[in-house]
C-alpha cells in the first residue's frame, strides 16, 4: 500500500506548529522517500467528539498542507464495542467538517491475518508467550514506577506450547479471560508499558466485519503501530496520553520496518474544554442513563451535537487554530469556542424577528383594517443578503421585558410616556396598560407618529430605545430550546465524586409559545441559521415537521469571551 514520492509542494514556514515543523524537516531529510501518509484511527465504539475533531484536522491537514495523504482507518479491535452505526456517524462527521479520505478508508481488522502472523513469528522467536493468570495477578506482578515487576510462572513456557496454546486460543477451545498472549520484553523496565504486555486477548463475540472468523484480538499497542506500516503511513500523529506507549510502539514496528521506511508517532495536547467531559465513556454514560437526549443532544461536545445546536464547521476549524497545538496540556475556555461561532455565524444568519415572551402591543391611532409591509434588512454584514418583507398592523407583539411601568435610570425601552422606535418600522409613544384581576399586564397601549417611518423624513428622528416586533394576524408560533452548558461548573473532570451530580440542571428549557415573522416560519429549513434580533443565534431543529417549527438556541448575542481576554492580557 506504500505509495510512491508525492511531488513537492512548497509550504510557507510562518505559522507552522511544531508538529507541522517536524514534518516538514523529515520530508525536506527525505526520510520515507520524502512521502507524506498521516491517518486518524477512530474506534467505532461512540461518537466523535470535539476533540477528536481537532485530532483529524491535524491529521487531513498537514496532508494537505504538505502535498500528502491522509487515512481513515477504523480500530476494530473489539468487536464487544463497536457498531455500524458508529462507523456511519464518523464518515458523516469528519466529511460535515470539511475532509475527505478518498479511496484510503481502512480497519484494523483488514490486518488480522498480518498481524496473527506477526505474533506466531514472536512465538517462534522467544519474544511472546501465553499467559493463564488472571488481569489482576497480572496487574500486581507489574510492580510499580520504582519496584520492578515479578515475571509470570509461564514466561519460559516452551515455544511449542506457546504456539499450540495460542491456536487453541484462535480455535475458541479457551474461554474468554483465560489466557492472553503477551509479549516477552522486560519485566524491571523503568517503562511500565515495556513489562510484558499483552498482545491478545480472547473474545468471543462476533466481529461486525469478520463474523467468527476470530477468537482472539490484538491489543492496540500491538495493533496501532503495525497498522501504521502495513498501510504505509509515515507519520503517527496523536495525543500526550500516548507519550509514555510510544516506546512500544517503535518497539513493535521495528519487527517489520527497516531504514527505508519507519512509521514515526508525534504527540500534541488533547483539546480538553471547559463546562464539559471529553471522556468518551462518560458520555456513553449520559446517553445510556437518558440524562441527554442521545448523542447528538446540543448540549453534548460531539460533533453531531454541536451540528444540531447550530455550530458551524468554520467555527470549529477555526477555534482549533486559535488554540493552537502545544506539548503541555490546557483547559481551554468555551467562551472561545461561542466567540468563533458567534463571528461566524454573524457573518451569514439573515436577521428576522422572533418575540419569545410575548405581550401585546395595541396601536390605538393605527386603523384596524390597515396592514403595511416594511422591508427589513437581512444581513447588515452582508452587502448580497439584500432585505425581505415584514407585515406591519395594529397589534404587535413584543418582549414583557422590554416594557416596565417604573423603570430604572437607564431603561431605554418602553414605559408610559416614552416614545422607542419599532425596528424597520415608526416612533411610537406608550399612552398606558391593560392588567388582569391578577395586576399581570396583558395589552399595552402606544400612539404611532406617522412621520417617522422608515423611508420618510422624519425617520432620521432619533430616540434611544428599538425593540423588535412580530404583527399578532400573521405571526407564526414555533417552539424554541433554549441550551446552556451541560455541567454546572468550569472543570467537572477535576472535581471529586459522581460527575452527574455536577450537571447543569438549567442546562435546556423549552418555550412553546414564541412568535416570528411569516417570511421565516415560510422559508427555514433543518440546519438553516438565523440570528433572532437582539436574543441571539438560533437553528432550526431536525425535530420541526409541517406546521411546527422548532429552533435550537445556537448562541447568545454577548461575547464574554471578550471580557475574559482582556482580563488575561
Known amino acids: 500500500m506504500i505509495e510512491k514520492k508525492q511531488e513537492e509542494s512548497p509550504v510557507d514556514e510562518s505559522g507552522l506548529n511544531f508538529v507541522e515543523q517536524e514534518i516538514k524537516a523529515d520530508l525536506e531529510a527525505g526520510k ?21 475533531a481537532k485530532a483529524f484536522i491535524m491529521d487531513f491537514g498537514a496532508a494537505e498542507k504538505f502535498g500528502g495523504t491522509c487515512n481513515l482507518r477504523f480500530d476494530d479491535t473489539n468487536p464487544q464495542k463497536e457498531d455500524t452505526e458508529y462507523v456511519e456517524a464518523i464518515k458523516r462527521d469528519i466529511h460535515w467538517l470539511g475532509y475527505d479520505w478518498g479511496d484510503r478508508l481502512y480497519y484494523a481488522s483488514d490486518y488480522f491475518p498480518q498481524l496473527y502472523d506477526l505474533a506466531v513469528r514472536l512465538i517462534k522467536e522467544g519474544k511472546a508467550y501465553v499467559d493463564e493468570q488472571t488481569s489482576e495477578e497480572i496487574a500486581a506482578q507489574k510492580g510499580t514506577p520504582t519496584v520492578p515487576g515479578t515475571a509470570s510462572p509461564y514466561r519460559d513456557r516452551p ?27 522486560d519485566m524491571a523496565s523503568d517503562n511500565m508499558h515495556f513489562r510484558d504486555p ?7 463475540t462476533p466481529h461486525w466485519r469478520t463474523g467468527d472468523k476470530w477468537k482472539v484480538y490484538p491489543m492496540y499497542d500491538f495493533a496501532h503501530g503495525q497498522s501504521d506500516y502495513f498501510e504505509g503511513v509515515t507519520h503517527s500523529i496523536c495525543t500526550l496520553e500516548f507519550v509514555p506507549h510510544r516506546p512500544l510502539y517503535e518497539y513493535f514496528v521495528k519487527e517489520l520496518a527497516d531504514e527505508s521506511y519507519c512509521p514515526r508517532q508525534i504527540e500534541f495536547n488533547r483539546l480538553n474544554l471547559t463546562y464539559t467531559v471529553m471522556s468518551k465513556r462518560k458520555l456513553l454514560q449520559l446517553v445510556k442513563e437518558g440524562l441527554v437526549n442521545g448523542w447528538d443532544d446540543p448540549r453534548m461536545p460531539t460533533l453531531c451535537g454541536l451540528r444540531r445546536r447550530g455550530y458551524t464547521p468554520a467555527s470549529i476549524r477555526e477555534f482549533v487554530k486559535k488554540i493552537g497545538y ?3 496540556e490546557a483547559l481551554n475556555h468555551i467562551e472561545l469556542l461561542e466567540h468563533s461561532v458567534r463571528e461566524d ?21 393605527y386603523p384596524a383594517d390597515k396592514t403595511e409591509i416594511m422591508e427589513m434588512d437581512s444581513n447588515p454584514e452582508d452587502p448580497e443578503a439584500g432585505t425581505h418583507e415584514m407585515p406591519f398592523g395594529r397589534e404587535l407583539w413584543i418582549e414583557r421585558e422590554d416594557f416596565m411601568e417604573n423603570p430604572p435610570k437607564k431603561f431605554f425601552r418602553m414605559s408610559p410616556d416614552k416614545e422607542v422606535r419599532l425596528k424597520g418600522a415608526y416612533i411610537v409613544k406608550c399612552t398606558g396598560v391593560k392588567k388582569n384581576a391578577d395586576g399581570e399586564i396583558e395589552e399595552i397601549y402606544a400612539e404611532v407618529d406617522f412621520d417617522t417611518r422608515s423611508g420618510l423624513p422624519g425617520a432620521d428622528r432619533k430616540v434611544k430605545g428599538t425593540l423588535h416586533w412580530v404583527a399578532v394576524p400573521t405571526a407564526v408560533k414555533v417552539e424554541v430550546r433554549d441550551y446552556d452548558r ?18 447543569n440542571p438549567d442546562s435546556l428549557k423549552v418555550r412553546e409559545t414564541v412568535y ?5 416560519a415560510e422559508r427555514a ?33 454577548r461575547d464574554t469571551w471578550v471580557k475574559i481576554a482582556q482580563k488575561n492580557k
Do not use: C
Not at 520515507?32 to 477528536?52: A, D, K, V, W
Not at 499483552?198 to 468471543?204: A, G, N
Not at 455565524?345 to 391611532?365: F, G, I, Y
Open 326 to 328: 502545544t506539548r503541555y
Open 32 to 52: 520515507n522517500g520524502g512521502r507524506l501518509n498521516t491517518r486518524f484511527p477512530p474506534e467505532p465504539n461512540g461518537y466523535l467528539h470535539i476533540g477528536h
Open 159 to 185: 515455544v511449542e506450547e506457546n504456539l499450540d496454546l495460542f491456536e487453541r486460543m484462535n480455535k475458541g477451545e479457551m474461554e474468554e479471560g483465560s489466557m492472553v498472549l503477551r509479549a516477552k520484553i
Open 198 to 204: 499483552v498482545m491478545y486477548r480472547i473474545i468471543k
Open 525 to 557: 429549513k433543518t440546519g438553516d441559521h438565523y440570528q433572532f434580533q437582539r436574543l441571539g443565534y438560533y437553528t432550526v431543529d431536525p425535530d420541526s415537521k409541517d406546521g411546527h417549527l422548532v429552533f435550537n438556541k445556537t448562541i447568545g448575542l
Open 516 to 520: 416570528v415573522e411569516p417570511w421565516l
Open 345 to 365: 455565524l454573524n457573518k451569514h444568519a439573515t436577521r428576522v424577528s422572533a418575540v419569545q415572551n410575548p405581550v401585546k402591543l395595541v396601536l390605538t391611532n
Open 486 to 503: 451541560l455541567f454546572a461548573v468550569e472543570n467537572p473532570s477535576a472535581e471529586e465524586g459522581d460527575f452527574r451530580d455536577l450537571l
